[in-house]
């Protein structure tokens, strides 16, 4: 929030609550979400993903009206579910809210349940529910509230394998859920991974056929068996138990839940992968431990330059948070930590891991106030997503553009961070974008420190 005026928020540094539904309901196998919500919602949800992944993202939507907004918006809901079968014939329906729905308290479980006795279509399709009004939290706390709600439905009792149960974080890209796939493979270990849009959103080029529901995304049959797991190790360190979908399965199953940051950075990555060796019993590979020191030996040699580097980190709490510690384990500063969330633990945590300690903490906050105060302490490089592009414009601090989401580039789904080798690519980024700084403005600013004191003389 911009404390110069009393409740204006100036480019807000956020998005609202059902985008992350939306994305997690696209981690589903042959999902679709409807939204119980006027049409500009769905519209301009579809638009950010669309544009971020570069792939085609259909939103239904029950489009009410005003006369829907004080009759109520049951019938209009019906009618959308009826459309959604008849056009995409999907095995699940993941209905979101937005404000309006919530606003005026629409009880969607009875109209679902009235829908599905009414069209005799039980156990012949997955319609769940999640109450994601904008003004409820940001797509961080969408995405969370809407996996939990996937895991209250469709998790049963179920016998026990020997897989594990792996939560992924917000945010990654579909290219780190592949990457996470591709480690455990090398560990030659198994996950039901939830949820899983790294195909969804990011399908391969099959010509000319196209598929209104892409192939990939988690089975139900396997959501249902994430009760027999060894353990679930869930990606988010900042949730409280409430929202957290890996406590349900362990207070409702008594599958022991582990939380880790997004395996961003050296520490954050060696948190996963101990974990992984401690609950398969299994020795850390080669491969992976010659990563591991071929990604010191390269934090070693860019640590000179990065030790320049005076960071502003913004974004959804998660990235922020392993972000920060990346910067902070390379010798960057992280002078400026940013959140749209109202998330009260990031702050309390980084201030007792961090080394660096002059951390100006910005919660639920907006890019106008962000700007000023980067500025204000010589901040020389941002990272997040697009819309921090005003951080370049007005204040000609260069921007990293990272996480969700990244309308202005091309490859925000293919974007890598994970583990030790794309740590490692990252960091190159950065240290890269510092030195590109640095010599730009070299001559510059030697002639105005020294030739020109020397004139003068
Ligand atoms: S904030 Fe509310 S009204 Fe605005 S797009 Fe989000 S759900 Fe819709």
Known sequence: MNKNYVDVNINPCK???PMGGALAIKGLENSITLMHSSQGCSTYIRRHIAQHFNEPMDIASSSLTEEATVYGGGNKLK???????????PKTIGITTSCLAETIGEDIERIVSEYIVENNLKDKINIFYSGTPGYGGTENEGYYYTVRKIVENYVKPSKKHNKINIITGYFLSPAEIREIKNMLKIFGVEAIILPDYSETLDAPYYGKKYKRIPSGGTKIIDIEKMSGSLATIELGVLLDDKKSPGKYIEDIFGVKLYRLPLPIGLKNSDKFIKLLSKIFNKQI???IVNERRRYIDGMIDSHKYNGEGRATIYGSPEMVYSLAKLCDENGIKPVIIATGSENKLLQEKLEKEL???????????DFETIG???KEKNVNIALGNSDGKYLTENYKIPLI???FHVHDRVGGQRENRLFYKESMNFLDKITNCLLENKYSVYREKMYKNYFLEEELL
Not at 79 to 89: G, L, Q, S, W
Not at 355 to 365: A, V
Request: proline share 3%; aromatic share 8%.
């Open 372 to 374: 000023k105060i980067s």
């Open 401 to 403: 553009r990272t996480g």
């Open 79 to 89: 009618k959308a579910i009826t459309n959604v079968i008849k056009v995409y014939n």
């Open 15 to 17: 998005m609202c609550m």
């Open 355 to 365: 080394k660096y300690k002059n951390i100006k903490f910005l919660i639920d906050t």
């Open 285 to 287: 590979p080669k491969e």
